[in-house]
């Protein structure tokens, strides 16, 4: 039996190249791939058993960093790689079709749907550097592009495709509904996040002040306010519960970069998490003070004001020691700005 790798994220593009696969009695095995940036999606799961279809998730680390500091092709508008991230995915596919011995690799990729990497000449650029040459199909639009290997082949029914172009959904979900029973219809992503122009001075900087940042640096990113108190260290203040969550979960991480955590003790309030940057001195008690001081700038003064004695945070040196402190409000904290305000 013909058997491809999906790069499967659980979107409707990647659900129609499935279906379209499977209805030419192909076996399928999805590819769902995660990065710094971009968690792991549950549905894609969801999708591949309703599917009856294996789905292998890989996530990609210190590799992604690497080329993302440095793309071969260059930024979107924003900090956003898009040709480079493509050819990293399509190899990562073209990885595990050797290692399972499948024939070919599959996306459901549209010529013009993404300005960034999904013109005709960006599509054949990425199969040509990706090292898959002719075993990269695109169902939905490979009738726009020249035949494959498959299709020469008659592994697959080049009739049995399409022609697919542009941005507009209406005609996939047409197809997805009429054709191939899929329901409901996934909701369109809310993109890449290294596509958001709110997102990018915070890349910018990280990338400028640690060109080879590592996992725990770049995923710090990803919540809470950040400020730099000075050339030394950064602050990372919580805008809301779940922030705080994440940043005491982050902060417990065995590979973490050299810091310190801050919680309220008395009040209700944000956790502020201190890091440093590379090769910087050790931690000062007026670091302590200053993040403190931190935590009550971004704390509504009714809270404090109202227990009625001094106000107290748990100071975290290490996940595992924890000692209650005395903080104040200082004139310094007033000075920072937020990196992407």
Known sequence: MTK?????????D??????????????????HLGTPFQDISPEAAVWAEKFGIEMVTRRFGAEYLKMLANPHWGYGKAVNPCIDCRIMMIQAAAELMRERGADFVATGEVAGQRPNSQKLHQ????????????KLLRPLTAKTLPPTEMEEAG?????????????????????????????PIPQPSTGCLLAEKSFAPRIRDLLKRNPEPSLWDAEALLFGRHLWLDERIKAIVSRRES?????????????RSPSFLMTPENFMGPSVLIVASPGSA???????????????????????????????????????????IQISPDERSAAFHLIEE
């Open 155 to 183: 592994l697959v029914d080049r009739e049995k495709l399409f022609s697919y172009t542009g941005r507009s959904r209406s005609q996939l979900i047409r197809r997805a509904k009429t054709q191939f029973d899929i329901h």
């Open 123 to 134: 599509l054949e650029l990425i199969s040509r550097k990706s090292g898959i040459g002719g």
């Open 14 to 31: 990647s659900l129609l190249t499935t279906r379209i696969l499977q209805s030419q009695g192909i076996e399928v095995i999805g590819l």
């Open 243 to 255: 922030d705080g969550k994440k940043t005491v979960a982050h902060f417990k991480r065995p590979d």
């Open 4 to 12: 491809a790798i999906v790069l499967f994220s659980g979107g409707l």
């Open 282 to 324: 050790p931690f000062t008690d007026d670091d302590y003070a200053l993040a403190g001081s931190l935590m009550l700038r971004y704390t509504n003064p009714e809270k404090v004001a109202k227990i009625g004695a001094p106000a107290e945070a748990n100071l975290f040196r290490t996940p595992g020691e924890r000692e209650i």
